[in-house]
């Protein structure tokens, strides 16, 4: 296991966990949420800003990167840390979601996957051992195994056979990442929404020893019942002492149940992807800063928010500069939506520690539940 890596439960209520991830980058503190730079950027944010929505660690995509500008260049300017300005943990994933849901002509084999990139059409293979390269270039702190997704729905030998093969790729993956102080490896859960696949996928892992694991292959369009009933017993099947992270989830009521069913990390695009496009997350719930009922609101987008927009901009600005197709637009909505997750994170962190996340939950449903403000 990684030297420099370590994870410390402090306080349990239910199967909810608090505690701290500790990377020699700096701690992580738990439940997280993890922005997505996909590119090596929070998308319309500054470094120091997605640090001071209370961000401890992001999340590169190592498919993105290994296309442009490549994993060799960016270990050629100092690492990704350095190429993004941004000095604390980064997560990198194995590159497998998005071949499957980005790439074109992709050709599936034990080897890995051949496939043309979506930028050019340039021909690549991606297999564990360069997966785990690509990650090595970029100096991730927490690397993830290469994995197969398949998308659901499939049928039940489908996703058995994909899981297999990703436990195959599983000990591929800590064969090629070696010993490497200071840095993580996760391993992937597959098995789609079957529990004995899920429980044999865990078995697998657990075997091979990894310093975390991920629930992986879930928000795949499976629905948010079918992933709380499998988030309801597959988070029991790994290792207590070791952090589990659910993959690309999701709106703020998928990160609340989640987190009520044994989950410490958690990424997506949602946030920074909804504010390019005039969407907030705020405690009661969605706004879509286009609606014309907004252009005369003098009142900001959120009343409880301390977030920049909400503390500076008026409702009919954030409308006005929207519809203007003004950069701030996305920068103001990205801010406010990455500090309304980060301040979420913080209120279900707090709430597991005083033993009071139940009265938590139904207050965050309830204020959701009655709406946005109402009109001037």
Known sequence: MASGFGFTLHATDGAARTGVIHTTRGEIRTPAF??????????????????????????GNTYHLMLRPTAERIARLGGLHRFMNWERPILTDSGGFQVMSLASLRKLTEEGVRFSSHIDGSKHMLTPERSMEIQKLLGSDIVMCFDECPALPA???????????????????????????????????QGGVTRELREESAKALT??????????????????????????YAPGFLPQDKPRYLMGVGKPDDIV?????GIDMMDCVLPSRSGRTGQAWTHRGQVNIKNARHQDDPRPLDESCGCP?????????????????????????????????????????????????SAFVAEFHAKRAEGDIEPL
């Open 34 to 59: 993890m922005p997505v730079g996909t590119a090596a950027t929070v998308k319309a944010m500054l470094p120091d800003s997605v640090r001071a929505t209370g961000a401890d660690i992001l999340l």
């Open 155 to 189: 049928t039940e030998d489908e996703v058995a056979k994909s899981m297999r093969l990703s436990m195959r790729w599983a000990q591929r993956s800590r064969d090629a990442f070696g010993d490497r102080p200071g840095h993580a490896l996760f391993g992937i859960m």
């Open 207 to 232: 075997a091979i020893g990894f310093d975390g694991y991920a629930v992986g292959g879930l928000a795949v369009g499976e629905g948010q019942e079918a992933m709380f009933d499998v988030l309801n």
């Open 257 to 261: 149940g989640a987190v009520e069913r």
């Open 309 to 357: 927009a909400c503390r500076n901009y008026s409702r009919a600005y954030l409308h006005h500069v929207n519809r203007a197709q003004e950069i701030i637009a996305s920068m103001l909505l990205t801010w406010h939506n990455l500090h309304y997750y980060q301040e979420l994170m913080q209120g279900l962190r707090d709430a597991i520690a005083g033993g009071r996340l």
